[in-house]
């Protein structure tokens, strides 16, 4: 890691390695020269190269020295606005620092800086101040403008030294090594900066050292109140919150951010300070609100702040990713990158987020965009991967998780998702090696655990999976883990292999539906039960049901969205995406940040992606709440009423207490194509040109929206899912994937097995039991199947002999 003395040391050395004539300045000539070494991989234009060059003199004119051009202070302050990465440059460009530079990997200026023992002897040592002292405080615009805030910067690090001298003696003080986690790719500006080190230290707060401590740094800050005017104020309240940032000290460096922000609140940089601090706290929501009031200044203040405009749009991105929002996050990731080219984290980030909402392309491609910027960016290889092997590509994704892994070995997220994937190809025993190197990172990694468990049982080795299991159980008492174990059980008890594995009896045979026959008017079609299970899935990732239409019905009146037309003319309420994103946040506001994202994802992918089927990046309100009707909470009536009410809010029919059946018929099949596509994509084609200008009233909508053939029939299915699907039947499992029956069971009158719901819908049926037909009666619960055998045996002991239930 870059210390901040041998960092300015590396900046100092690109500086002359390009500053060809020696004049203390980079001309556009030198300045190209540099942009195109620093970035081999990427072959720049002509007018990109002018473009990249009008950016940087015009952003840092304050620091160019007439036809000399960029100064060394210049090109420091790119770097520290994250618009390169040193190291990287330093490296890319084969430099090398001198000895007499860099001392046991410490500069020189950090060991001066170290050897000061006294408030006096530091104030007596002025030529050195700013080497004592991290390289922002010299900075312009970041930095120190006032002598009298030396003072303060000064005492406070004494004060910060003795308070870590007192807590290490004690051992309170921690340092949290966070290097094997996933980088959320943070601006340099957000997380820790990097020149300090990766060990984050942890502070004890509520000890008596601690108290003292916020004592005197309380007077500090009535030395910075006191100052002579209120810029001076100013300045000495966010360096004091720039130095508890550096520190680790976050809640007291956001007192100092808050204070400043007071002192001037149209200025850019305490609300962005204010901003980070809250993100690393926690307080998400709090911190967006910063960064909005930060780029808000910015834009206002015309090139002053251009140079802070892609740190803070990443910024807010990571912020809004906190509260869950990715797509919003998106926006800002996509103007960081515009607004800076170079900005790896940013493309990154967006890959990265891309990737979260389901968007697997435009993620691959912005994920390899950063890789060429920065071939050794480990998050960046894991993130891509993911999205290789989300689109089928599973060699070209072991690649690219091995990549991180060769670059940072104890990349959790690298080698928890490669043994994911190792699981989805059939590779067991290397799955259960990459949860294992998992576990020897991150020990109480209970999914690890319990993937290893899965992972073992595949590849045949029972007793080891068991073991694994229990393991699992000390760290955590989920029922995911007791319905584990009791499929383990059964499969002991049977011996089954794999299907189609060959070695041993095959788990299942796959049945055509023409063969699955039904007992009972009760009993549930198998291809109306796969459709709806899917919509169930749909419903339990998203939490839609929860979502009461009162809720929808109230956000759909207090939504004010303008009028447009489409681009096929016809009027609506549409919205960008990010918008409705933030609608569908207000509807799902129960929902934690990461399940919301997992919400926002199913969304996505399953109805803005035929809503949006132009790519236009907007979506019909009216038509999306009318799409969200059927599953979400309430009754069956409600829930039609709700998308009735919706098609009567849209434009087309607003004024009318009826709608066209035209828009009622566009509705029905847009709703087939999202939730049943397997019929609905081929009628969407018929959608377009339909336009019978005749009124549907509700009754006629009811009407044609409970059609089984042509209708959402389906919803009778699905209500009866929503009611019985949790429902256990004791001992009973499934004869072919042995886990214990939730939900209805389904039993075959003959051979007298049952099957869970899924394993019915698909039609696997036990190798053992093959017949020419199979006849199936559905139990809700035990107690109809109880009352149906005692029917049984009521009409046996009469002299009848129907067969067994």
Request: glycine share 8%.
């Amino acid at each position: 890691m870059t210390t901040r003395g041998s960092r300015s040391e590396k900046v100092k050395r690109i500086f002359q390695q390009f500053d060809a004539n020696r004049d203390g300045g980079l001309n556009r000539e030198e300045m190209a020269a540099l942009v195109v070494a620093v970035n081999p991989r990427v072959k720049f234009s002509e007018e990109q190269i002018s473009a990249i060059l009008d950016e940087v003199f015009r952003t840092y004119g304050e620091f160019i020295d007439g036809e000399k051009g960029l100064t060394f202070d210049g090109l420091l302050r790119t770097y520290d606005d994250g618009a390169g990465d040193v190291d990287r440059d330093f490296d890319a460009l084969g430099l090398e620092l001198k000895p007499s530079e860099e001392k046991n990997g410490i500069s020189l200026a950090a060991e001066e800086a170290a050897s000061s023992s006294s408030i006096a002897d530091e104030r007596v040592m002025e030529p050195h101040k700013k080497q004592r002292t991290v390289a922002w405080a010299s900075s312009p615009n970041h930095g120190i403008v006032f002598d009298d805030t030396w003072k303060l910067v000064d005492d406070l690090e004494i004060l910060i030294k003795r308070l870590k001298s007192k807590q290490s003696k004690d051992g309170k003080v921690k340092n949290d090594n966070s290097d094997v986690y996933s980088d959320p790719g943070w601006s340099r500006e957000l997380g820790p900066s990097v020149e300090i080190t990766e060990k984050m230290v942890i502070w004890e707060e509520s000890g008596h050292d601690y108290a003292v401590f916020v004592k005197e740094l309380g007077v500090l800050r009535s030395r910075a109140d006191g100052a002579r005017s209120r810029e001076e104020a100013f300045d000495g309240h966010m360096a004091i919150g720039r130095v508890l940032y550096e520190h680790y000290l976050f809640k007291e460096a956001l007192v100092s951010f808050k204070r400043a922000c007071e002192l001037q609140p149209t200025d850019v940089r305490p609300h962005f300070r204010a901003g980070n601090c809250l993100y690393v706290l926690g307080r998400h929501t709090e911190a967006k609100g910063e960064f909005l009031l930060a780029l808000e200044a910015a834009e206002a203040g015309g090139n002053q702040w251009a140079y802070l405009l892609p740190q803070i749009h990443v910024n807010l991105g990571i912020a809004l990713e906190g509260e869950g929002m990715l797509i919003s996050a998106c926006e800002h990731y996509r103007e960081a990158a515009i607004l800076c080219p170079t900005h790896f984290r940013a493309l990154k980030l967006l890959g990265s987020a891309l990737f979260g909402v389901g968007e697997y392309k435009a993620a691959i491609k912005a994920l390899e965009e950063a890789i060429y910027m920065k071939n050794d960016y480990a998050d960046a290889h894991c993130d891509l991967a993911s999205a290789l092997h989300a689109v089928g590509d599973d060699d070209n994704a072991i690649k690219e998780f091995q990549k991180a892994i060769d670059l940072k070995p104890g990349h959790i997220d690298a080698l928890y998702n490669l043994g994911g994937l190792y699981m989805d190809m059939g590779r067991y025993q290397r799955a259960s090696e990459m949860y294992t190197r998992v576990l020897g990172v991150w020990p109480n990694h209970w999914r690890a655990q319990l993937n290893k468990a899965v992972s073992l049982l595949g590849a045949g080795e029972t007793d080891e999976a068991k073991k694994a299991l229990k393991e699992a159980l000390k760290m955590t008492n989920r029922v995911e883990l007791h319905d584990a174990i009791s499929h383990l059980k059964q499969l002991q008890k049977k011996k089954l292999k794999g299907n189609g594995s060959g070695n041993g009896e095959e788990a299942y045979i796959t049945v055509e539906p023409s063969k699955f026959k039904t007992v009972g008017e009760k009993t549930m079609l198998r291809p109306e039960l796969a459709v709806a299970l899917d919509i169930r899935a749909f419903q339990r990732i998203t939490r839609l049901n929860r979502c009461e239409v009162e809720l929808i019905k109230k956000q759909m009146n207090e939504s004010d969205v303008p009028d447009s037309y489409s681009g096929i003319g016809i009027p609506e309420k549409s919205i960008r995406k990010a918008s409705l994103e933030g609608v569908l946040r207000k509807l799902l506001n129960f929902l934690k940040p990461e399940t919301f994202t997992g919400a926002v994802k199913a969304v996505n992918q399953k109805i803005l992606s035929v809503l949006d089927d132009r790519e236009s990046g907007r979506v019909d309100l009216g038509m999306f709440f009318a799409v969200l009707s059927p599953i979400c909470g309430g009754s069956p009536d409600k829930r039609k009423r709700l998308a009735y009410d919706a098609l009567l809010w849209r434009p087309v029919n607003e004024g009318s207490t009826q709608i066209l059946k035209s828009d009622a018929l566009r509705y029905i099949k847009l709703l087939r194509a999202i939730y049943i596509p397997s019929h609905g994509i081929s009628e969407m084609l018929e959608i377009h040109g339909e336009m019978d200008n005749s009124m549907v009233s509700l009754t006629e909508f009811n009407a044609m929206f409970d059609d089984q053939e042509w209708g959402f029939g389906i919803m009778s299915t699905l209500l009866k899912l929503e009611t019985g699907d949790r429902t256990r039947h004791g001992r009973h499992v499934c004869s072919t994937c042995r886990y214990p029956i939730i939900g209805s069971r389904f039993k075959e009158m003959k051979s007298h097995f049952s099957l869970c719901s899924q394993c019915y819908s698909e039609g696997k049926v036990p190798p053992t039991c093959k017949q020419e037909e199979y006849r199936f009666k559905e139990y809700a619960s035990e107690s109809e199947a109880v009352k149906d055998k005692c029917m049984w045996f009521s009409l046996h002991s009469k002299g009848s002999s129907p067969p067994a239930p």
